[in-house]
Structures are given as structure tokens and as C-alpha cells.
């Protein structure tokens, strides 16, 4: 098995990958049967290098507790880590990872899971006082840097990352997802282009509730990690994708900007676009592309994003990776292939390409109380 | 004759019944659930060989493909007709992205709306001419790079613009023809658009007359209007691009 702290050679090798994402406005839960059928169709996009699912909703009886999985290569890794989190927070649970010992992934690390939340009298607070958000995103970049053997992969609240090394189909297996439910789901199948294939490199990406699924390239990986890392966030998952991730937890959470603004950062029109737009909407993208520059992610990608409120699929801003969409009723279907949504949806209502750089955001409806019950907007 | 039900079955068992299909002299093929095969119709030849498809087929149908026909009932993925060399694909659905790439001969018609890219590469040669012909509309990218041959853009069921940004980029070969005239701007600067003349609408009325009758749908409403016919400005754009001339 690949050790978790390894240090790797950088091999170069052909581009593929594969994503699915799956969301139903109105929080429906279906299992994770569906989105394994789907992700099985693009098995020849992945090479068996990595494989992954996100879930959401599916931990309703902690719901508010940061559930985190944490994979060990090592039970003295686990105790140290072990020995972080009691110092820091109060866990109402802990168990291993529910896995199928019949499946064809037969080569793990430890996988362990913990439902806490961040101690209010933690040691920390001599120093500063942390959000409990902030304060769990110091302590994944903490954990995943600092300690060998170790590495969180999966950090938020009624939701939660599986993944490893092996065709997805068969992680799912591994995970046993078809036992899983949830109203959100997204999945990878990994061809790794420029970094190894190992537990922690496969997708989806997480911190907190945010999760990326992503086929392509990011060859402006430098600058933003560099952008990063300004901020404090440490990028040690020797991948082009975590940047992603930290990058919607810095312009969405940290800095406050609507999804649909993060999008126009990530894939920001071109200059000559914007020049064509009217004065209002000209200042606005000259200001983004201003401000957030080395937060612009160039390349060729197609990415599925998940949070707590929804959904977002894009593209590069020139189409250099497949997406295609698909709706039917109250679900959402996003694809690198038409035929993967076929093959849990044969007759959806509609199926698009969506346009380079034009994000597909599904966001869930909110529920209120009205007349004392609660309905759907 | 043969029916093939494709629910299921791996891209290189579904090639090889058809490949061992053809050996056996079997004319017409028709493939039932087919869902995201890749590579149908991979290098066959024979100009008699018809292959019916139900369902989407995966990416590359017909790659390289040297004579024979098929018709996807549907929608199809990316890259149709990868440097096909002969043959038709009929797609009465859309067609994914990179249509046509460095295709080289044949013809492929689509009724609905294809992606980014098409047309990439396409060249042609003395006898050898690729065409392709869109019913909706296309992508950005549109016959970038094009050397050879004949793509229409028909713009049949859209009000909107028929095509996008960098349209016939680098393009120094081939002819374009459209049926509705575009926002000139998005013309990349390498290009030249003239009216439709009289041999240019007898060499469309060949291929649009084939195109009707495949979709079954009326010749006059395509011709309805007068064609545009888009030409590269140079046969070799970049001659000087890192040389003084």
C-alpha cells in the first residue's frame, strides 16, 4: 500500500476521468446505488487509481456535528491523531468506516470516522478566538501537514466523503454505499495525469461541507496555491484539485461572496467579453478579475461542487473538458457523458451541454414552517 | 440482418460482433440499449454496411470509419466521425463536441445541435471531401483549423445566434456555408463572407436534397433562404508568424 506521507515521483500520463453528480431540490434521498450505476458507465474514463463519492444528508442523527474520516497508514498515527482530537473536541462518537471485506478493494489504510465538535474551552482560545469552522479547518491542515500517516478527508456537517484507490464502482462496493442515502451525490473515477494515484489523492476534495469532483488540469496550480497559502491553508494532497476546494472556502465562506460570484472567479470572462457587457456588469468582473486574479483557475477542467445548499457543475471557459445536463422532476443530473445520466435516467425532461464557463447551480428549495407544518417554497 | 441488444456489454465485445459480422457478410446491423460504447463503427469498411443504433453510443463513433453508414436515432457523445475517412453518420438527435475532427472524407448530417469544435482540423483532397451538415446550432471553436472541405450551418429551429466565439479561427482552407447571416464581429479576422452563388447552391442543393430525404424532412423550407459562403482570406495564416515575410 501507498503510504498516506509518501513522497512520490511525478509521472506524466494520458488524460481521462470521469463525474457524475446527482442532486434533488426538494432533499429526496436516494442511495448510493444510483450514482454508482451512473459512474460505472464511465469506467473507461479511470484507470483504477482512484475512485470517490460525496454524500449528503446522510448522517441526519449527527447533523450537527463535523463528522470527520479520517484514513491512518498506521495504529500509532491513529493514536496521536486521537490524542489532537480529545484534546480539542468533545466526540459523541467514534467507529471504523462500515466496509464490505468482499470487495475487489482488498489494500486500505485504517479508516475511522468521528462525530465532534470543537471544544469550547480548547487551548487554542489563549492564543485567538477561532469560529468553530475556522478552527476545524486549522485543525484538517494540521493533521494532514504535520502528522505522518495520517490524512482527513472528509471534515463537514450531514455529509461526507468516500474514496480510495480502485475503480468507483468498486469503492462504492467497498463502502457498502448502496446502504448509504442522501439528497446529493457526487462521484470520480480517477485517471491521474500528473500527480500518483494514492487513498488521499483520489476525489472528491472536502473541507468543511464543500466537495469537488474534477476531470482536467489546473495549470494555474502555482499561483493559486501560492494565493493560498497567504491565507493559511496548506496544500500537502500533491494534486491540482485541493485548490479548488479551498479556493470556494475562501471566496464563499471566509469572504463572503454568493456562489454564482465564486463561479465568476473560478471562470472569469475574458477581457474582451467583458468589454462587450454593460457599464454596471463591467465593473463588477473588472473588480473580480482585479481582486481574485490568482484565484482564476486556468486549464482545462469540468468540475462538480458540492455544499450545504446545493450544487454547482462548470466548466473551463472554453470547453476543454465534457459536461453534460440533465433534469427530471425535482432531480438534477450532471455527467462527463450523456449515457452515464441515461443509465439511471433513460427519458430525462431535459438534457443540455452546458456553455464554457456557465456554471449549472441547483440549489435546494428551502424549507419553512408555515400553519405549523413545514412545506417547500 | 442482425439485432444486437448492447445492454450491458463492453465496447470491444459489441466491435468485435460487429467487425465479426461484416466477415460473415452481414449488410445491416441494428444495435438495441446501446448506452455510452465507445468506438462503434472503429476502421470498418464496406460501403453496403448499415448499422442502426438505438440509445446514445459513446464517444468517437465511427472513428476512422471507411464507407459504411449509421444512423444514431438519438442523441450521440463527443467526437463523431474522428478522422473518418468515408462513409455517412446520420444523427437525428445533437451531437456532442469535436465533430468531424481531421476528417478526411464521408459525410456526416446532424439534425439537432452539435458542440464546441467542430469541424477541427477537417481537410480535404482532390476527390476526398469531408462535409458536414447541423440543423441547430454549433459551439464556439467552429471549424477551427479547418484545411479542407465543407461544413453548412443551417440554424433551422433557433432564433438565437447560430454559432459563437472564434468562429473559423485559423481556418486556411475548405468552405463554410451558412444559412443565416451572423453578428459579423465574431468572424475571426481570417476569414472572408460572400453571398451564395449559382454553383454554390447547385453543389448545396446535392447534399441538402440527401439531407432532406435522410430526415425526412422538406427540401424547400431549407432552401428558403439565400446562403452565405464563408472562405479562408489565406492558405497559410500563420506563414509568418515567427519569420518577417
Not at chain 1, 469503492?171 to 500528473?194: C, S
Not at chain 1, 485541493?242 to 471562470?267: C, M, P, Q, W
Not at chain 1, 478579475?289 to 484565484?295: E, T, V
Not at chain 2, 451564395?196 to 423550407?221: P, R, W
Request: aromatic letters at 12%; charged letters at 25%.
Amino acid at each position: 500500500m501507498l503510504k498516506l506521507k509518501n513522497k512520490f515521483s511525478i509521472e506524466r500520463d494520458i488524460s481521462g476521468c470521469g463525474l457524475c453528480g446527482i442532486i434533488n431540490a426538494k432533499r429526496v434521498k436516494i442511495t448510493g446505488s444510483n450514482i454508482k450505476k451512473a459512474i460505472s458507465v464511465e469506467h473507461d474514463r479511470g484507470n483504477g487509481l482512484g475512485g470517490g463519492f460525496a454524500v449528503y444528508g446522510n448522517y441526519r442523527d449527527y447533523a450537527e456535528l463535523y463528522a470527520f474520516h479520517i484514513m491512518y497508514d498506521n495504529l500509532s498515527a491513529k493514536s496521536s491523531v486521537e490524542e489532537y482530537l480529545k484534546n480539542n473536541f468533545v466526540i459523541e462518537k467514534e467507529e471504523t468506516i462500515p466496509t464490505s471485506k468482499t470487495s475487489k478493494i482488498i489494500e486500505h489504510p485504517y479508516l475511522h470516522r468521528y462525530f465532534m465538535k470543537p471544544k469550547s474551552d480548547r487551548q487554542d482560545k489563549l492564543f485567538h478566538d477561532l469560529g468553530d469552522d475556522d478552527f476545524v479547518v486549522q485543525s484538517v491542515m494540521l493533521i494532514n501537514e504535520n502528522y505522518d500517516g495520517a490524512y482527513v478527508f472528509s471534515s463537514g456537517k450531514n455529509m461526507g466523503a468516500f474514496k480510495g484507490v480502485g475503480y468507483p464502482e468498486d469503492i462504492a462496493d467497498f463502502y457498502k454505499l448502496d446502504e448509504v442515502e442522501g439528497y446529493m451525490w457526487t462521484a470520480h473515477n480517477r485517471f491521474p495525469t500528473n500527480t500518483p494515484g494514492w487513498w488521499g489523492g483520489a476525489h472528491p476534495f472536502t473541507l468543511l461541507d464543500w466537495s469537488i469532483v474534477h476531470n482536467g488540469e489546473i495549470s494555474s496550480y502555482g499561483i493559486n496555491k501560492r494565493y493560498l497559502e497567504m491565507y493559511k491553508y496548506n496544500l500537502s494532497l500533491k494534486t491540482d484539485t485541493e485548490v479548488i476546494t479551498y479556493i470556494f472556502d475562501l471566496l464563499i465562506r471566509k469572504h463572503g461572496l454568493s456562489i454564482e460570484l465564486a463561479t465568476l472567479v473560478l471562470a472569469a470572462p475574458f477581457y474582451q467579453n467583458i468589454d462587450k457587457m454593460d457599464n454596471e456588469k463591467k465593473e463588477l468582473l473588472t473588480a473580480l478579475r482585479q481582486i481574485y486574479g490568482s484565484a482564476l483557475l486556468n486549464g482545462p477542467f469540468a468540475i462538480v461542487f458540492g455544499y450545504s445548499g446545493g450544487m454547482v457543475a462548470m466548466n473551463d471557459r472554453i470547453k476543454l473538458r465534457p459536461l453534460v445536463a440533465a433534469t427530471m422532476g425535482d432531480f438534477t443530473y450532471v455527467a462527463s457523458e450523456e449515457a452515464a445520466i441515461r443509465a439511471i435516467c433513460p427519458s430525462p425532461d431535459l438534457v443540455w451541454s452546458p456553455k464554457a464557463g456557465e456554471p449549472v447551480i441547483v440549489k435546494f428549495e428551502e424549507l419553512v414552517p408555515q400553519k405549523g407544518r413545514v412545506i417547500g417554497l | 440482418m442482425i439485432t444486437i441488444d448492447a445492454s450491458g456489454m463492453h465496447y470491444k465485445d459489441l466491435n468485435k460482433l460487429i467487425r465479426e459480422g461484416i466477415g460473415r457478410g452481414i449488410k445491416k446491423f441494428f444495435l438495441e440499449n446501446v448506452n455510452g460504447q465507445y468506438y462503434i463503427g472503429d476502421g470498418i469498411k464496406g460501403d453496403d454496411i448499415v448499422i442502426n443504433i438505438n440509445g446514445v453510443p459513446g464517444n468517437d463513433l465511427g472513428v476512422f470509419m471507411d464507407g459504411p453508414t449509421i444512423v444514431v436515432n438519438g442523441n450521440a457523445q463527443d467526437n463523431v466521425g474522428n478522422t473518418m475517412n468515408a462513409g455517412k453518420i446520420l444523427i437525428k438527435g445533437d451531437a456532442g463536441d469535436v465533430v468531424g475532427y481531421g476528417m478526411r472524407g464521408g459525410r456526416i448530417y446532424i439534425l439537432g445541435n452539435a458542440g464546441y469544435r467542430v469541424g477541427i482540423h477537417m481537410k480535404g483532397y482532390d476527390e476526398q471531401l469531408p462535409v458536414i451538415i447541423i440543423g441547430g446550432k454549433v459551439g464556439s471553436f467552429f471549424a477551427e483549423y479547418m484545411a479542407g472541405g465543407v461544413i453548412v450551418l443551417l440554424g433551422l429551429n433557433d432564433t438565437d445566434d447560430t454559432c459563437s466565439d472564434y468562429f473559423a479561427t485559423g481556418m486556411h482552407g475548405g468552405v463554410i456555408y451558412l444559412r443565416k447571416k451572423i453578428d459579423f464581429s465574431k468572424y475571426s479576422k481570417e476569414v472572408d463572407l460572400y453571398e451564395a452563388d449559382d454553383k454554390d447552391t447547385a453543389f448545396l442543393k446535392k447534399y441538402l436534397l440527401e439531407y432532406a430525404d435522410n430526415f425526412n424532412i422538406a427540401f424547400e423550407d431549407i432552401m428558403d433562404k439565400s446562403f452565405y459562403k464563408i472562405v479562408p482570406s489565406s492558405a497559410r495564416p500563420y506563414a509568418h508568424l515567427y519569420t518577417s515575410a
